[in-house]
């Protein structure tokens, strides 16, 4: 079955940076396949806030405004690893990080990971 | 930005009940391009309701979702304690990709 993992969260101060990785499996990348990956967050207590996309081939990624300058999304050649590179974190970063698959670029997300912790505090 | 509101924000029902979650847009959006997601608690979200009115995977016909325009519903019939969660409303037809603010449902 479809299962998207993520991990690289911790607790990190305001400034520093943080790689987060998602790992996806359980479907086939074919040469037809269009898939694309998102970041959503949620702080504590808080509603769902998307941050970024990252479509099939990686040539075209849209960050929210909240995290433009600052987030970069990247995955490797195989396609089954996605990274966000999280620099100039602040204290309002801090969210649990699911990873999410979308059908195409603007799709419904169908499968979403556990989500993995980010703290930013001094 | 296309903004969601959904409303109300807290329902409380009791087993067997219909549950009526509301979410409006901002502006005309095309049914295409609006879900809804449930998040129980300590979970990650889960896709219930895509295209507005088609039902994801493996989720049961007890769930259905409706609208048009800029009012868009999801009504979960024959309520069961399993559906106590918050439901999010989402828009995916352009970026920045936005959720509404949730609705928490308490079948108890």
């Known amino acids: 079955q479809v299962q998207l993992v993520e991990s690289g969260g911790g607790v990190v101060q305001p400034g520093r940076s943080l790689r987060l990785s998602c790992v996806a499996s359980?479907?086939?990348?074919?040469?037809?396949?269009?898939?694309?990956f998102h970041w959503v967050r949620q702080a504590p207590g808080k509603g769902l806030e998307w941050v970024a996309v990252?479509?099939?081939?990686?040539?075209?990624?849209y960050y929210a405004d909240s995290v433009k300058g600052r987030f970069t999304l990247s995955r490797d050649s195989s396609r089954t690893t996605l990274y966000l590179q999280m620099n100039s974190l602040r204290v309002e970063d801090t969210a649990v990080y699911y990873c999410?698959?979308?059908?195409?670029?603007?799709?419904?997300?169908?499968?979403w990971g556990q989500g993995t912790l980010v703290t930013v505090s001094s | 930005e296309v903004v969601l509101t959904q409303s109300p924000g807290t329902l409380s029902l009791s087993p067997g009940e219909t549950a009526t979650l509301s979410c409006r847009t901002s502006?005309?959006?095309?049914?295409?391009?609006i879900a809804w997601h449930q998040q129980r608690s300590g979970q990650a979200p889960r896709l219930v309701i895509y295209?507005?009115?088609s039902r994801a995977t493996g989720i049961p016909d007890r769930f259905s979702g409706s609208g048009s325009g800029t009012d868009f519903s999801l009504t979960i019939s024959g309520l069961e304690a399993e559906d106590s969660a918050v439901y999010y409303c989402?828009?995916?037809?352009?970026?920045?990709?936005?959720f509404g603010q949730g609705t928490r449902l308490e079948v108890k």
């Open positions: 359980g479907f086939t990348f074919s040469p037809y396949s269009i898939y694309a």
């Open positions: 999410a698959r979308g059908p195409s670029l603007y799709d419904y997300f169908d499968f």
């Open positions: 989402h828009f995916y037809g352009s970026s920045p990709i936005t």
């Open positions: 502006e005309i959006v095309s049914s295409s391009y």
């Open positions: 990252i479509s099939y081939d990686g040539n075209q990624k």
């Open positions: 295209d507005a009115s």
